[in-house]
């Protein structure tokens, strides 16, 4: 029967010339919906790495006090204090200002043996691990005994190890020339938004000698920590170092403010994308309407000769079934480009999926738009449809 | 072989009611060739279309080899008509997209049949009307006769015991309509196929061993 279907669609091939074109183009959308619905969902299940909940970024903005670093310094330190004494601050840390999910970047490059990357480049403290919960994978975290060191030290995430080191053990390694030595390596951040990939990112401490860069403060406060202690810590630090434009966000906040960013453009994509399925849907279901009408006969036929009701109605949507496959042998081939020809750097797993999922996806809409027509066509009587012609 | 009791047809729609057949009893012998005959609208294809169980009666019984078919399901009436029936039709009714043995095929999807299997006896069926270099042909490339051999090779191809022809002589010039006869004439004598035709034409339905006449939806000889 499928031989037969196939032969039947294929001596149709002129007829059914525009709804194959019609299926092929819906699969190419469809399919660039799927690869960006299961990118976008690959990374917001990749673990965040941190915990953003209950934490404050503190922009100190531009500091009334001279550029002189000891006075920046002797700043810092009281404003540390004046934090740290009180009792719904669980943790602070300075930080360089691309702090997770702000809107500064900092990259660099860095190499092992050959092997040249670019990374985020994070100046920290050593309270930075507690104020974001962050996750060591192996080796340490900093500590008073990389004071004083000849060579920096720095903190790896996952991706920058794996990228310089593969399956090798990077602590203790030399990298960027040797002047920096690995000491641990924590698992990725996810701190540009839920949607983003991970890039490799390097934690160094926060040199003294750049410390009048350093004006932003990361703080962990206590669950459940009200709004009126917001303003009166706002307060506290304008009074302690008279900036101007200073600013307090809170991180859960600043991550639902990237996610927009993502979310918005692909709700968009979606209703066009909608209005498009709605289309062809309605482009199935009007050529299968038109066919059952203009093949009132044949299907009376069919019935005469030994067809029962539901082998009608199964070959309509078998029918339908061999034109979308026409239309998705076509397609996966031009599907099938992307990862070959790396069009967007993305993995292959990404497009495969993507395309198992489009696929099942123009079947069930094919399946769904076949069967009412197929029940219409099932109901035809024999008698009255020969009479007909 | 085909057994009708006192079957009646009546059409309604809201307004209307019509008797299109009424009373009709009648016998038709295994082997037997029956035509019927009677002015259009008198109820010849649709008492046809009863005896082929492709519409079921107001009243009535029909019996088929002695076999009750009114209480048959959907499934087994199929299964019925595939195997018991070929249908011939005065429009031919061939799938235009098909080639010529594809189209004689047709019933033998139905069954349990092998490719091979279909093949082969479609190609006999083909060879018996004397179309057998015309296999690939598409039905759009023959000629009406050519075309109504083509059906009666469909009708022919599962091997049916009966034959329903509904004026297959219908719209053929009276050469290629004496062709189709002899074809039928030779299946009734030869294989022994019951055979019953509808037709307009008293010189085909002398050529038959019994007439039947209908008139107003009832039998008249």
């Known amino acids: 029967m499928l031989k037969h279907l196939f032969k039947l669609i294929w001596n149709k091939k002129k007829e059914n010339f525009l709804l194959i074109s019609e299926i092929l183009i819906s699969f190419m959308v469809i399919f660039a919906v799927f690869t960006l619905l299961v990118y976008n969902y690959q990374n917001y299940a990749v673990p965040k790495g941190f915990e953003e909940e209950n934490v404050w970024s503190v922009d100190l903005g531009e500091l009334n006090v001279s550029k002189n670093k000891d006075s920046v310094g002797v700043l810092h330190e009281n404003l540390r204090n004046v934090l740290k004494n009180l009792p719904e601050v669980k943790a602070i840390s300075y930080a360089s200002a691309n702090v997770p999910f702000s809107n500064s970047m900092f990259t660099s490059g860095t190499g092992y043996k050959g092997i040249r990357i670019n990374v985020d480049v994070n100046r920290v403290e050593d309270d930075y691990k507690q104020v974001l919960g962050l996750s060591l994978l192996s080796g340490r975290w900093f500590s008073p005994e990389d004071n004083g060191l000849a060579k920096s030290t720095v903190i790896l995430n996952e991706e920058a190890k794996e990228r310089l080191f593969g399956k090798e053990d990077a602590i203790g390694k030399m990298i960027s020339d040797g002047s920096s030595k690995v000491i641990g390596v924590i698992q990725n951040l996810k701190d540009k938004s839920d949607f983003k990939a991970p890039m490799p990112a390097i934690y160094t401490r926060i040199d003294t000698g750049k410390i009048n860069q350093m004006n932003q403060i990361l703080v962990r406060v206590a669950p459940g920590t009200t709004a009126a202690f917001e303003g009166k810590m706002y307060k506290m630090i304008a009074s302690t170092i008279k900036s101007t434009n200073l600013e307090i966000k809170h991180l859960s906040d600043m991550k639902a403010e990237k996610n927009k960013e993502t979310i918005i453009p692909m709700i968009i994509f979606f209703i066009v994308t909608g209005f498009l399925i709605i289309n062809v849907a309605l482009g199935i279901f009007g050529v299968l309407w038109y066919n059952i009408n203009k093949r009132r006969a044949e299907i009376g036929l069919r019935r005469a000769i030994g067809a029962t009701s539901s082998a009608v109605s199964t070959q309509l949507l078998g029918e339908a079934l061999v034109i979308a496959t026409f239309s998705l042998i076509i397609g996966s081939f031009f599907a099938v480009q992307f990862p070959l020809m790396k069009v967007f750097d993305l993995p292959t797993s990404v497009y495969l999926l993507a395309q198992f999922f489009a696929i099942l996806f123009i079947y069930l809409l094919v399946v769904i738009c076949a069967l009412y027509p197929g029940k219409q066509a099932a109901a035809i009587y024999p008698a009255v449809a020969l009479h007909e012609e | ?221």
């Open chain 2, 1 to 221: 072989m085909i057994q009708l009791k006192n079957i009646e047809k009546v059409y309604r729609t809201d307004t209307v009611e019509t008797q299109a057949l009424n009373s009709i009893s009648l016998r038709v012998a295994k082997g037997e060739f029956l035509s019927i005959m009677g002015p259009s609208g008198c109820g010849k294809s649709t008492l046809l279309n009863i005896m082929g169980l492709l519409d079921a009666p107001s009243k009535g019984d029909i019996l088929i080899d002695n076999q009750q078919t009114l209480s048959l399901n959907d499934r087994k009436l199929a299964n019925f008509r595939n195997n018991k029936i070929g249908f011939i039709f005065q429009s031919y009714h061939l799938i235009n997209d098909l080639q010529v043995v594809d189209n004689v095929e047709l019933p033998l999807l139905y069954r349990n049949s092998s490719a091979k299997e279909r093949r082969e006896l479609a190609t006999a069926a083909l060879e018996k009307v004397g179309l057998s270099n015309r296999i690939h042909h598409f039905p759009t490339q023959l000629s009406g006769g050519q075309k109504q051999r083509v059906a009666i090779a469909r009708a022919i191809v599962g091997r049916p015991e009966i034959i329903l022809a509904d004026e297959p002589t219908g719209n053929l010039d009276s050469a290629m309509g004496n062709e189709i006869m002899n074809i039928l004439l030779e299946l009734n004598r030869v294989d022994g196929t019951t055979i019953v035709m509808v037709t307009h034409d008293p010189n085909m339905a002398q050529r038959t061993h019994r007439l039947l006449r209908l008139f107003d939806g009832s039998q008249v000889q």
